[in-house]
């Protein structure tokens, strides 16, 4: 009479973490969850196991999270109390067992399908290190930076799986002469971010802060690749289009925001009060600060080290602020944090700051000189946090692998 | 043996035309097309004439474009040869009357679920003149204008159907003090565009501009409501966010491209060449300028005649861009033109413009100065063009109605 998690759970990935992913095995592709090296169908373990609600078991039973966000927290979270008693249980590892299979055997689907997807811009550092870079002339932060979580809104039909290639996008570079040459990026970069996805609300909604747990489902790895030169010459006033909307990977496995309250933590020191709206003190339920650590790893070595605990806005202020105007949710709709930077250079989210634009090459362990992303080369995040009862909740990986531009159409063949 | 265009149509919805709307009518929603008054119901009138092969007739028969536009053009053609074929049948009045109702008895939704939706900043005049307001200190237009079409992603899920009510936005608004004021907007404007929706791409497809009416299916009127004070405190250096997601509006009827081919006109002269990918003279088809008029209406007085041909950027040029970074098109891909404005203070689509940043008022018949829009205004728009065999083709309306914004919540109700 063992339980699933006495025979399975393993460091980032027991009891304190259950995950969702859309796994693909074996021709299937279905809603799971993960304890150690051991992959459960949902669907299948309840129809073993029972015991949960008509809506929830009906959730449970599709390809992702769509059906879980649409139902929104009175489905997703009846599903993880259920799924906690089901694999503490004292005769579970059988039903596990049977309704598992091992980790190394799967593939991954998008989670969910994405709505609107906006990035935010919330690190303080990354967002002061683009300033000196991008316009050396101005102060680093817009007068904006400090009031509101300045974000834009990227494309939603490019979002992709982890293990996703990264095809180099062609864009027009600036040049010297001001005449911009079309092109495959020579500046291919990534940031480094999370991810969260959310549950609707109706136009006028105006979700607070204290309620914002009401509508963030979970949070995942997200990569937004980013062609610097593409972006650089094409940003202003409008913000960034084609040098961000050729891809954006989401990280396998979206940990439910309850699993990260142990990881909640105070945010930085704020140099302005900030509106009413974005208020996210104890009265607001805070803090919301969250103590995840980031590794990126280039070709299998690890580059950055990203602390998400230094982000100046935070998730709820993000939502907050993203419906305030009076906009409405869709299920779906998800955020990303903007590149997690810090202030010191081996915890930068991106390799234009990483090289601090060129001028820095990184060197890496083979005494190889590292600028920008070269075709062949593979990025991969991982991510943990503090979990409940002293445990590691893991979120799994974000990994891309760059392949070499499309040939150039000739502009008359069609 | 009447004709149903001969007992029908009227200036703006002859045969030349023959647009889609997804029409409520009874308690039921349809694709619909029109001739004159008659708002004819395609699902009704395939099943009484028949003669439409399967797809397409399925195709009809849902409630709005999703199906045409996920088939491309191997099922909106054929549609639209049968829907010509069949209004211009010898007996075909009693048809179009069994399947018809009035225009007048009909209400509108959604005649497509937006996927993605850029909107672009296509008039010179626009792109000047907010410049010259927005950033008196530096050159109006920024160095990348006149290389490329610029545009951002605007948020999909808050794209209605003109007759939605716009409840006025709030946020956060600039003060003379920098510290930023959070309220309703006081700078509530409209932006007069032409909309086009899209079908499908895979990844990769790099559309070209001769390409483009194998993926553009059709043209829309559209409002891109922007609050004027939250736009200029955000948009730096990220673009526009809640100063436009609070609402956008689609109007009433979709021209299919094909009907706007009589509209065809020469584009201003360029000032640089543009990059192979963006050529748009004869041997990519063109040319591709569109001579639509547009009026605006506030309470039903005639404000502005915005007139396209004026675009620097044209539609194949704008979806060329979307897609040459690698990026794919999603079936409701749409992206906006952005406001038209021409060089005639009278032909300015925004308010903004119209009233010079308020420096300038708007003088009404009735002798009130108008600078931004007030709660009760109403705003409707109306296009024309013209069609084949010296027809005219009408966009149908877009109009929306200003509500007075939402009282604000405390922050501690939650």
Redesign the interface.
């Known amino acids: 009479m063992t339980t699933a998690v006495e025979k399975y759970a393993t460091e980032g990935f027991g009891a304190a973490n259950l995950p969702y992913a859309s796994v693909t095995h074996d021709g299937r592709t279905f809603l799971a969850t993960r304890l150690g090296d051991r992959v459960i169908d949902l669907g299948a373990l309840a129809d073993r196991v029972g015991g949960l609600d008509a809506e929830a078991a009906a959730a449970a039973s599709t390809p992702n999270l769509d059906a879980l966000l649409a139902g929104g927290p009175s489905v997703w979270r009846p599903l993880r109390t259920w799924l906690t008693a089901t694999v503490t249980a004292a005769d579970s590892a059988d039903a596990v067992a049977d309704a598992g299979v091992p980790v190394d055997e799967v593939g991954y689907a998008m989670p969910f399908t994405p ?2 997807y ?1 990035d935010y ?1 919330a690190s303080e550092d990354h967002a002061t290190n683009i ?1 000196k870079m ?2 050396p002339d101005e102060a680093a932060l ?3 930076w400090k ?2 979580p ?9 979002v992709v799986i982890s293990g996703t290639d990264i ?1 180099r ?4 570079r600036p040049t010297a002469d ?3 040459d ?1 092109g495959p990026s020579t500046r291919l970069d990534i940031e480094a971010e999370m991810g969260f996805v959310c549950s609707g609300a109706p ?2 909604t ?1 979700v ?1 802060v ?2 914002a747990p009401e509508y963030i489902f979970g949070a995942f790895l997200f990569n937004d690749w980013s ?1 610097r030169d ?1 972006q650089n ?11 961000k ?3 954006s990977s989401v990280g396998t496995w979206v940990v439910p925001l309850e699993a990260l309250d142990a990881a909640r933590v105070e945010t930085p020191q704020r140099e ?1 009060p900030v ?3 974005l ?1 996210d003190g104890p ?2 339920g805070g803090p919301w600060g969250l103590d995840i650590h980031l590794e990126v790893d280039l070709n299998g070595e690890t580059v950055s080290r990203p602390e998400y605990r230094y982000m100046y806005w935070t998730a709820p202020q993000m939502l907050a ?2 419906t ?7 299920p779906g ?1 998800m955020f990303g944090s903007g590149t997690i930077s810090g202030p010191e250079k081996n915890t930068r989210g991106s390799f234009i700051e990483l090289s601090w634009g060129g001028k820095e090459p990184l060197v890496l362990a083979d005494g190889t000189e590292m600028v920008f992303l070269q075709d062949g080369q593979n990025v991969t995040m991982r991510a943990t946090a503090p979990g409940a009862n002293g445990e590691t909740v893991s979120f799994g990986e974000c990994s891309g692998t760059i392949l070499p ?2 040939p150039t ?1 000739d ?4």
């Open positions: 709505a609107d906006v811009y300033g991008f316009r817009k007068p904006n009031h509101l300045v974000g834009y809104h990227g494309r939603s039909g490019t095809v996008p062609k864009g027009l001001g005449i911009p079309f136009t006028g105006e607070s204290a309620e062609a593409i010459f094409e940003y202003v006033p409008l913000g960034p289009n084609l040098g909307s050729f891809a302005f509106a009413s709206y208020e009265s607001a602020h993203m305030v105007n009076g906009g409405s949710l869709r709709d531009a499309r159409r502009a008359q063949e069609a």
